[in-house]
């Protein structure tokens, strides 16, 4: 952080320079959302570096985030489309897990009909994990989707093939092929709003704050008490992808 | 659109367990299974003809430049299928202009520029220039023309040109050998190297990928061989056919087994995605791992070739028998790439469900595209044989031209 102005005295004397403009585009690649973003001034790409907690024990599977989800972002109706979705694990006594989602859980769930057998049952709200070591963006052959320097994962659908070797590369199925655009799609955190300071709209929608959005950087947000005051857990750990969801009091049986 | 979520929506409908709302569709479909299927016949013609160059096998002589060309016909369609099956394929050049290096797949434009540019198209060249040159004094007209073009106006057929053209076809097919490993290894390695996906990931997998390119590859010679043979009015050398069907024999007990040590692998490992992938294997993949790619495709051409070369059969029912495997043998081999592909993509990555994949008969990624995709590079091979005869009776007689592979 105590670099940054230094950093950008030296891009400005930089700029002076003649052909400066193609070195620039050479040490560090200003994308079109970043871009866009920087020139309505709101918040300054590169500052913050962005993740969630999602404390599971305050879901209450309203389906609220899936549906401000898809409003905001202009997500298909269709339940084959979900930039987030809320699963329901129901573990009963003989030790049996059954999973459902009904429609990405947008209209809630339906209670069991049987309940007297059930040992426990939770809501798990899931979305990108906007993976420090995405394996999405390795896989891409041309660079269209990557990770900002906000720690973000985003697609430039201007620039996507539509190969969709980043959708089998996702360990977590957080993305699709928009059959509109033919090409990649996934949650962005809500890029077009966090970075004007506003949260991700499945935050904002959340009656029981089971999602808390943040910058990592910061060292007093609600995301970062979060951090301090629970055990984090991440999905799929083992594949060593790093998300950048974090997870609280994440049964055993979430994958 | 309304099309494509009517039969998203009646594949809900099939779904077993629980998978990610956003897993319904089995993204890569006929057209990813056929790009394998093609990519391992190129690599493995290409590996039979090098077995005369540089192995100096005697006995496959007769294949050599049929090989040669088939492999050629085949990996000119074989980007095809990929450019097809892209949401964007008028944004496909982006991989050669930009290419995002740490991408398996951005390599592809490079591999497949090499193995075309710098091993097929300069082995076919070196190995037919006497004989072009000898060829376009012969002719008229268009083949004239076109003959004396692809000569690029090399036209020394001196002996010491020709021993230098037999010397370059030696180092084109000793680096080509390395080449075709690179090409079809490659593409395994573009499904072993995923590891969100239980199925591929696997280190063995660019080498499955690789022994059963060099199955397909010979099979497909010895029935083109065979085939071409007949239309000729010639009869097929048996001494070939014997070399052929011993290889084919040899890479499918080797190909099994790697597969059966795939398999023992991951059932002594018993990961936690052992529950599911058992499952696949018992319901979704029944029919083409167990019915087709095994008993049919594997161990059905083991048993007729292992017959075959411990009996002494007369040679009109070894040939028979040859073809028989053969075929076998591609049918195995696409049921292979099929079980890869859209077998990875049948289980859901929570590793609690399983999806179905529907086949359609029309459309941009169905049955008759592919059909076409398939049929393609036979066509193209029918032009090539036409312009480039890979037969021996067919070279030119003039003095110090001709038998420049033959009398090594």
């Known amino acids: ?168 590369a996702c360990p977590y199925g957080a993305r699709y092929l928009d059959p509109r655009t033919k090409v990649a799609d996934k949650c962005t955190f809500c890029y077009h709003r966090i970075t004007k300071g506003l949260l991700p709209a499945c935050v904002e929608a959340c009656p029981t704050q089971a999602r808390i959005f943040g910058d990592l950087k910061a060292m007093s947000s609600p995301l970062r008490r979060m951090m301090r005051m629970s055990s984090l857990q991440v999905l799929k750990p083992a594949l060593n992808t790093e998300p950048k969801v974090f997870y609280s009091t994440l049964d055993k049986e979430v994958r | 659109m309304e099309e494509h979520f009517e039969k998203l929506a009646s594949i809900l409908s099939q779904v077993t367990g629980f998978i990610y709302p956003n897993e319904l569709e089995a993204h890569w479909g006929l057209l990813i299974v056929i790009y394998p299927y093609i990519t391992g016949l190129v690599a493995g013609a290409f590996i039979l003809a090098s077995l005369e160059k540089v192995f100096r096998v005697k006995e496959v002589e007769p294949t050599y430049r049929l090989a040669l060309l088939t492999a050629l016909a085949f990996l000119i369609v074989a980007p095809l299928p990929l450019l097809a099956h892209l949401g964007h394929p008028e944004r496909s050049f982006e991989i050669f202009l930009t290419p995002h290096l740490q991408s398996a797949m951005a390599m592809f434009g490079f591999v497949y520029a090499w193995y075309l540019m710098v091993v097929l198209l300069l082995e076919i060249w070196f190995e037919y220039r006497a004989d072009v040159v000898g060829w376009s004094r012969q002719e008229r007209g268009l083949r004239k023309w076109l003959h004396w073009v692809f000569t690029l106006g090399s036209r020394d057929v001196s002996p010491e040109a020709v021993a230098f053209d037999r010397k370059a076809v030696r180092t084109i097919t000793l680096i080509g050998i390395p080449s075709a490993f690179i090409l079809h290894g490659y593409v395994g390695f573009i499904f072993g190297s995923i590891k969100a996906n239980p199925w591929w990931s696997s280190v063995l997998i660019p080498i499955v990928f690789l022994f059963s390119a060099i199955v397909s590859g010979i099979s497909l010679v010895l029935l083109l061989y065979y085939v071409t043979s007949l239309v000729r009015g010639r009869a097929p050398s048996m001494q070939c056919l014997d070399k052929l069907g011993g290889f084919l024999l040899y890479t499918l007990i080797l190909d099994l087994s790697l597969e059966v040590l795939d398999f023992t692998h991951r059932l ?129 007689v003039e003095a110090g031209v001709s038998g420049m592979t033959a009398t090594k």
């Open chain 1, 1 to 168: 952080m105590e670099e940054t102005p230094a950093r950008r005295e030296f891009l400005v004397e930089l700029l002076k320079l003649p052909c400066s403009a193609a070195l620039v585009s050479v040490l560090g690649p200003v994308t079109d959302a970043e871009a866009s973003a920087a020139k309505e001034g709101a918040e300054a790409v590169g500052e913050h570096y962005y993740g969630m907690g999602i404390q599971v024990d305050k879901c209450i599977g309203c389906g609220r985030c899936v549906e401000a989800c898809k409003s905001e972002n202009d997500v298909l109706r269709e339940p084959f489309y979900f930039r987030t979705w809320v699963e329901r694990y129901v573990v009963h006594s003989d030790g049996k897990v059954t999973v459902d989602s009904p429609n990405g859980g947008i209209q809630g769930f339906e209670a069991p009909e049987e309940e007297r057998d059930i040992l426990r049952s939770f809501f798990v709200p899931k979305l990108c994990n906007h993976c420090d070591r995405p394996p999405c963006v390795q896989v891409c052959p041309v660079g269209a989707t990557f990770k900002s320097r906000d720690g973000v994962v985003l697609v430039d659908a201007d620039y996507c093939i539509g190969c969709r070797y980043c959708i089998q």
């Open chain 2, 268 to 396: 002594y490992e018993s990961e936690e995605s052992i529950h599911i992938l058992s499952e696949l294997i018992y319901s979704k993949l029944f029919m083409s791992l167990t019915i087709v790619q095994l008993l049919i495709g594997t161990l059905g051409p083991i048993l007729v070739l292992a017959l075959v070369r411990s009996s002494t059969l007369p040679d009109e029912l070894r040939r028979v028998a040859y073809v028989i495997a053969a075929m076998l043998v591609q049918v195995g081999i696409f049921s292979t790439r099929w079980n890869v592909v859209i077998g990875g993509q049948l289980f859901s990555k929570s590793l609690r469900g399983l999806t179905v994949y529907k086949v359609e008969i029309g459309g941009a990624e169905g049955v008759l595209v592919g059909l076409a995709f398939l049929i393609l590079p036979f066509l193209i091979l029918y032009a090539l044989v036409k312009i480039l005869p890979p037969w021996e009776e067919a070279r030119p």
